[in-house]
């Protein structure tokens, strides 16, 4: 008995609709990371375990994928595993390339990666990031243009959304005010899991991390200012008066939030300070953008890094960016009804024919048309003409050009608009002009 096919869970095949979809959404971001000088760059599906582990926090390293037999006998080549994200690969890249390339340094790479995640609505084990960086630089500047990528972005995709904005600084400052700086890696991991289990386990959490009552109880006032940006920023500086860091995060946050004021950006932002971003590598500003209209997690995060390069040898080189998560904007676009209809099929005219002679005639004009740029299928065999319209049906090719004797005595193909039926003789040049 044949083995029913079946793909591992959190997996999805993309059959022909989807992949014109998705294209949809690469296209589009590349067409605005090009507009900022961002150039593309690809790295290997795997990296050396030691270039993976220990970069992604210890709930990151759980979900690594090892690869078991890479073709190489035990012992004599490292062990490998699955990119869990772009940015680390790219940071190696940037050590390993550092002669070859210019700082600061503005690529962007659209590839998928690896987790070993719980596979569930909108989390998937196998996904697209399409990360755009800029390494090299400590200016703001930097983090103003990843805001404007993010607002034109989903301007043209048209999804509703707001950034949520905020400064591991002013987390490090908040864990040395509640007396716990040690503990900064440890609040971050817990808060940044509030909106999924809830303020009393995040609490819990926290104890469980070491945290004692008297610290967790001065940290909610704190995690629960309110207000506008200014006031949340004015109310930071007095709580934070004690922790240069945590007031460091705080002109950080301002600056930008000036920058924003004065390219005049219109997206949703939101000071958010119990957005931590779980990646131990973030030291500075830090972001997350949620659809506003569907019920889903982070569709873009991301952040700034002062030395994901020191790791791999070469220290003191600051960098920030984005990664855009391409399956979920495929499931927020999916649920809204967003995808432009007409990436149905890309093929704008089928030829149909009658018989042999009327094949080779139709390959003729074909090769005519795709000389123009314009996209053609002949039906490879001249079958009832109810099945060759069908096929265009099922493709949603807009146009069928009828072949029949009549047509090659006079130079000219019958033209079928399939959405009105309405049929006409035309010309060549007519066939173009039509297209």
Partial sequence: MAQKPSIPKGTRDFGQVEMARRNYIFDTIKGVFSLYG?????????????????????????????IQNSGEKAGLAPEKGLRYDLTVPFARYVVQHREEIAFPFKRYQIQPVWRADRPQKGRYREFYQCDVDVIGSDSLLGELELIQIVEEVYKRLGINVCLHINNRKI?????????????????TVAIDKLDKIGVEAVNAELVERGLNAEQVAKLQP????????????????????????GLKGVEEMETI??????????????????LARGLNYYTGAIFEVKALDVQMGSITGGGRYDNLTGIFGLPGVSGVGISFGADRIYDVLTELDLFPKELQSTTQVLFATFGAKELK??????KELRAKGIAVEVYPEPTKMKKQ???????????????????????????????????????????????
């Fill in 389 to 435: 319209m069908g096929y265009a049906d099922d493709k949603q090719i807009p146009y069928v050009a009828i072949v029949g004797g009549n047509e090659m005595e006079t130079n000219t193909v019958m033209l079928k608009n399939m959405a009105s039926g309405e049929q006409k003789q035309v010309t060549l040049d007519e066939l173009i002009g039509n297209l």
């Fill in 38 to 66: 961002f150039q593309q760059i690809e790295t290997p599906a795997m990296e050396n375990i030691g270039t993976l582990m220990g970069k992604y926090g210890e709930e990151g390293d759980k979900l690594l994928f090892r």
């Fill in 361 to 366: 005639y139709a390959l003729k004009w074909a």
């Fill in 222 to 245: 704190i995690l629960n200012l309110s207000g506008t940006t200014a006031e949340k920023l004015a109310a930071l500086k007095t709580i934070l008066a004690n922790s240069e860091t």
């Fill in 257 to 274: 939030f000036d920058e924003l004021y004065i390219v005049n950006c219109t997206l949703d932002i939101e000071l958010d300070l119990c």
């Fill in 171 to 187: 987390l490090a400052g908040i864990a040395e005010v509640i007396g716990a700086p040690e503990k900064m890696v440890d609040i």
